[in-house]
């Protein structure tokens, strides 16, 4: 059921949603230009000193391999390079804003959505990598803010996230299907509003926009199909809670595009054990 | 495995799982012999449990970890329903299937 008037009500109500804070914009204008210092992204960074002191947390964290040893945001950004200081700065701001207000609602548990997003962008990367896809990192933010619709709608339209968790326990369908039934929009349209609008990068929106319907993404259907399918390992793998007990349909095409058939399941639910094992460590810092 | 709090830690016991202190990084690894002094350590740390080797001795964590496999076929058969007539679907229940119960006969 499509409603033209609720679904302008509900996009009208996310642009009062804060937007991620300007240190982020700013970074990514400086990476825009191949000219630009590890000093002058330090700089910037640090004029931030809550995402500053997080960047420095997670760079030292066990998830990114050098506990303990760094101990300056230009030091981090020589020795792991722009775009994953970029990434970490994009991952404490979502922290951030995941945090706020957050669990404030009965019957949804967000601890245990917390683990869904960060065992599904943990999952993502160990996929990225087994079917070769170059953008790891980005799969794992991918992965941890592919459900953000979900958290807005918790926060900021209580009572349609409410008649949502209802019908999922009545019908024991998916979160997805009992939006697009209730509202003909889903936290997929909601998230990736949002998304656009604190100007995240075009394949983070889309990874956001389409992960239950990659093929939908004209450019980044390979990230919104990692996502796609992390999505669906997870929840067969019992990690975390995204809102409904259910498993959505692998899409065909994406099976295909990735290459699937020709990989070993098995080893691949191993690399995703060990890679969620590792992102576990990030979730103390949350 | 089984995973017991810091206070009831004693000589020899064998850490099963790395522990990770508050900012994420490795505290102590995997395999260490562990003794009263460490535990203290860990209590400084504010850690509360850690994982050691050795067999679970609690009904209520056999519970979680030691599901028979029947029980793993059907928890995963409700999980999937009518998804199950998609091949792929299949391929994935098989290997989540093996690799769930593999896990817990290791």
């Known amino acids: ?286 | 495995m089984k995973k017991i709090p810091v206070d009831h830690i004693t000589d020899g016991m064998v850490l099963a799982k790395e522990v990770h202190g508050k900012s994420g990084n490795v505290l102590l690894s995997k395999g260490l012999a562990l003794n009263s002094f460490l535990g203290r350590r860990l209590k400084n740390w504010e850690i509360a449990c850690v994982f050691i080797e050795g067999e679970d001795d609690s009904p209520e964590q056999k519970n979680e970890t030691k599901v028979s496999p029947q029980e793993v076929r059907e928890h995963l058969e409700q999980k999937f329903g009518t998804r199950l007539q998609s091949s792929i679907m299949k391929q994935i229940f098989t290997a989540v299937y093996q690799h769930k119960t593999s896990e817990g006969a290791a």
């Open chain 1, 1 to 286: 059921m499509q409603n033209p008037v609720l679904m302008q009500r509900l996009l009208d109500s996310v642009t009062t949603i804060p937007t991620l804070p300007t240190v982020i914009e700013k970074i990514t204008r400086l990476l825009q230009n191949p000219q630009t210092s590890a000093e002058e992204v330090g700089k910037v960074i640090t004029t931030d000193q809550a995402i500053a002191s997080k960047v420095l947390k997670l760079v030292n964290s066990a998830f990114y391999g050098f506990p303990g040893k760094i101990s300056t945001i230009t030091h981090a950004i020589v020795i792991l390079g722009f775009s994953t200081v970029k990434n970490i700065v994009l991952t404490a701001s979502i922290f951030d804003f995941y945090k706020k207000k957050g669990g404030s609602f009965t019957g949804f548990d967000m601890e245990k959505f917390w683990v869904h997003s960060i065992a599904c962008g943990a999952a993502a990367q160990a996929i990225a990598r087994h079917v070769g896809h170059s953008d790891k990192e980005e799969c794992f933010i991918g992965g941890l803010i592919h459900d953000m619709g979900k958290i807005i709608m918790c926060q900021y339209l209580p009572q349609e996230f409410g008649a949502v968790i209802t019908r999922v326990a009545e019908k024991k369908c998916l979160f997805i299907e009992a939006e697009q039934e209730l509202f003909g929009i889903t936290h997929q349209e909601i998230g990736s509003t949002v998304a656009e609008r604190w100007n995240l990068p075009r394949n983070l929106q889309d990874v956001v926009r389409y992960h239950h319907n990659p093929t939908a993404s004209r450019e980044y259907s390979a990230t919104a199909g990692i996502i796609h399918s992390a999505d669906i390992f997870i929840r067969a793998l019992d990690h975390g809670f995204g809102g409904d007990y259910g498993i959505p349909t692998m899409n065909e095409q994406t099976w295909t595009q990735l290459g699937f058939p020709s990989v070993s399941l098995s080893a691949l639910l191993d690399a995703i054990d060990e890679e969620i094992d590792k992102a576990q460590a990030l979730l103390s810092l949350v």
